[in-house]
């Protein structure tokens, strides 16, 4: 069965750094596009960065210049490097992985929360 498990959340200060990381079983993780997305207290999921099968790489205007996402295939991980945290940043944050023609997955999510 399909299990991405994040790790690597906590409490940080404004201004720190924190990865995540997203472990993946159960798919062809090379073929998949990750993702990831975030959800803060009373707002919509939103999408944070995505990383193709190809190693195409989108992020939110937001985060664009202190996040980066990255992916290594033979450990079957995803990453989200994140500096320059904000309290706008505070949210749980979620791994997905897709491709064409399959469902989505998504894993339990990390909570991540900054400081003033």
């Known amino acids: 069965q399909v299990q991405l498990v994040e790790s690597g959340g906590g409490l940080v200060q404004a201004g720190g750094s924190l990865r995540l990381s997203c472990a993946a079983s159960?798919?062809?993780?090379?073929?998949?596009?990750m993702g990831w997305y975030r959800q803060a207290p009373g707002k919509l999921r939103e999408l944070v960065a995505t990383?193709?099968?190809?190693?195409?790489?989108n992020y939110a205007d937001s985060v664009k210049g202190r996040f980066t996402i990255s992916r290594d295939n033979t450990k079957h991980t995803v990453y989200l490097q994140m500096n320059s945290l904000k309290p706008e940043d505070t949210a749980v944050y979620y791994c997905n992985g897709g491709m064409t023609g399959r469902p989505n997955y998504w894993g339990q999510g990390t909570q991540v929360t900054v400081s003033s």
């Open positions: 159960g798919i062809t993780f090379s073929t998949y596009t």
């Open positions: 990383i193709s099968s190809g190693n195409r790489i």
